[in-house]
């Protein structure tokens, strides 16, 4: 029974922190161009002059209506790259001048960066992304366009030069599997001191249980926001792609934004809120 109580005044009377699990990462090296880019500070080439660099989508088609008065449609293919920040080029084509002079405006575009905190013991399967009861979703950041001046405008097709700010305080993506909690506290039995490892910590009379958590990023592009023009289905994603965040740049690469003056992205989202839902998790 003495002992009994040792432990557990010794409980009782101990202090409680919290602690934080961040993995470190390293962004694999861009392209040989994009590295003379960065290197050189010289404008970054698009994915038609450097195609190693880049990553193009499948073309999409945005269906709308025009003032009320007439259907049109718009192509759009876009090509993005990996780093901090993330550059991107959308390309845009169509018959209908008019309409790729109101929607392929940089005002226009509509690219959110998302990041998804799963939280439960089902966190790290495939799809799980898709359980509305287990994830919660938060834009972080929003892209910034400009007309890109890479190459000559020609009839029937605009492109615009992007990027989102991914910021230096953002949490890396990672997973977390099932873990399991040990605490060793210093016990004086019998006028002896030693170390009593506990394998389960008990907290309101119950046991902390197993879980898991991953933080992931999606890249969603959604329909045109512009005057006159009314898509189809406003708020459906035209397309969603999975991007890794890093910790750490490539060895010897120190990216830069290239937006002009005014063009900079707006920032969302808590940066530094990453578990902040893992006592509800817990429990699911």
């Keep these: 029974?003495?002992?009994?109580?040792?432990?557990?005044?010794?409980?009782?009377?101990?202090?409680?922190?919290?602690?934080?699990?961040?993995?470190?990462?390293?962004?694999?090296?861009?392209?040989?161009?994009?590295?003379?880019?960065?290197?050189?500070?010289?404008?970054?080439?698009?994915?038609?002059?450097?195609?190693?660099?880049?990553?193009?989508?499948?073309?999409?088609?945005?269906?709308?209506?025009?003032?009320n008065t007439r259907s049109v449609s718009v192509e759009c293919t876009l090509s993005f790259s990996t780093g901090s920040p993330i550059p991107m080029f959308v390309t845009c084509t169509s018959s209908d001048e008019q309409a790729?002079?109101?929607?392929?405006?940089?005002?226009?575009?509509?690219?959110?960066?998302?990041?998804?905190?799963?939280?439960?013991?089902?966190?790290?399967?495939?799809?799980?992304?898709?359980?509305?009861?287990?994830?919660?979703?938060e834009v972080m950041c929003t892209a910034a366009f400009w007309p890109s001046q890479e190459s000559a405008p020609e009839p029937g097709k605009r492109t615009l030069q992007g990027e989102l700010d991914v910021?230096?305080?953002?949490?890396?993506?990672?997973?977390?599997?099932?873990?399991?909690?040990?605490?060793?506290?210093?016990?004086c039995l019998r006028d002896s001191c030693s170390q009593m490892t506990l394998l389960d910590v008990s907290v309101h009379g119950g046991v902390i249980p197993l879980f898991s958590w991953a933080l992931q990023y999606v890249l969603c592009m959604f329909p045109f926001e512009a005057p006159g023009f009314v898509p189809a289905n406003p708020d459906v994603p035209l397309f969603t792609e999975r991007v890794m965040v890093h910790t750490l740049n490539a060895v010897g690469i120190i990216p830069r934004s290239f937006a002009p003056p005014g063009y900079a992205g707006s920032m969302e989202g808590n940066y530094n809120n990453v578990a902040g839902y893992l006592e509800n998790g817990n429990q699911r």
């Design 1 to 67: 029974m003495e002992d009994y109580l040792t432990v557990e005044m010794w409980l009782l009377h101990s202090l409680m922190t919290s602690f934080f699990y961040t993995p470190l990462t390293r962004a694999e090296p861009p392209s040989a161009l994009r590295q003379a880019s960065y290197i050189n500070g010289h404008p970054i080439i698009g994915p038609d002059g450097d195609p190693e660099g880049w990553k193009v989508l499948p073309t999409v088609q945005i269906a709308g209506t025009l003032f």
């Design 100 to 137: 790729l002079d109101l929607v392929c405006a940089p005002s226009a575009m509509r690219f959110h960066l998302y990041r998804e905190r799963l939280i439960g013991s089902h966190a790290t399967r495939e799809g799980a992304a898709g359980q509305s009861n287990n994830t919660f979703r």
């Design 167 to 187: 910021k230096k305080g953002m949490r890396p993506t990672f997973t977390f599997p099932r873990f399991t909690l040990r605490v060793s506290v210093p016990c």
